[in-house]
């Protein structure tokens, strides 16, 4: 069974801090991997994808991918109060044309 | 504008009665997916089609069926065997190639309600 681990939260932080998000998965041939947001009664919106070791930035948003470790990461820098969502991360199994798996999803609150 | 539209937004349902959920895209792609939603949950996969007249059964296909006779269309059908439908029901379409960034797009979703 592949599976996609998020720690549903919620996550608060204050307004200007940074806000980090990770994401757990169970298979090691996974290839690439997407952050999307979802506010609430919305469809999610694509935010990053990344699949490669490292890092990647986009302005505020950063997502981290360590494949030996199996795990993915989202840092919000500057968080904003417009930046409360819920962030749900998705891997897509079994190459180009395979699912996307999506975990549960982090509630992220940021406070004025 | 390319995109994704679903139809409609919200939708009651009757014991006993079979519902379709619209879901049009004009971005060119090849797959389409239908996600399940509920509260609290992550989505949950139900059928995806790579290709018209080809689909394939997700995660939790039971009550509900598809068609895919033109590119960009992939109606839902909702049975009645499907005892629980109440939910958020989202359709996605992604390119079908050999990046392996092929992201997928949402329509804004059909909040299905049973009365």
């Known amino acids: 069974q592949k599976e996609v681990e998020q720690n549903s939260g919620p996550l608060s932080v204050p307004e200007g801090a940074i806000a980090s998000l990770n994401c757990t998965y169970s298979d090691r041939g996974s290839q690439s991997f997407f952050w999307y947001r979802q506010y609430s009664g919305k469809s999610p919106e694509l935010i990053m994808f990344?699949?490669?070791?490292g890092d990647k930035e986009d302005g505020r948003f950063t997502a981290q991918l360590n494949k030996a470790s199996q795990y993915v990461s989202l840092l919000i820098r500057d968080s904003q109060p417009s930046d409360s969502a819920t962030y749900l991360c998705a891997v897509r199994y079994g190459g180009s044309q395979g699912n996307l798996i999506f975990g549960k999803g982090t509630k992220l609150s940021v406070k004025p | 504008d390319g995109g994704i539209t679903q139809s409609p937004k919200y939708l009651f349902r009757k014991e006993g009665q079979n519902v379709t959920l619209s879901c049009e895209q004009n971005?060119?792609?090849?797959?389409m997916y239908w996600y399940r939603q509920d509260p609290g949950q992550g989505l949950r996969l139900i059928y995806y089609s790579q290709i018209v007249n080809d689909f394939q059964k997700g995660d939790i296909a039971e009550g509900y069926s598809v068609s895919r006779e033109k590119k960009e269309s992939f109606p839902l059908t909702v049975t009645s065997a499907q005892k629980n439908p109440t939910a958020f029901y989202l359709c996605?379409?992604?390119?079908?190639?050999?990046?392996?960034?092929?992201?997928?797009?949402f329509g804004q979703g059909t909040r299905l309600t049973v009365v």
């Open positions: 990344i699949y490669s070791n």
């Open positions: 971005l060119n792609h090849d797959a």
């Open positions: 996605a379409s992604s390119t079908r190639g050999r990046a392996t960034n092929t992201e997928a797009f």
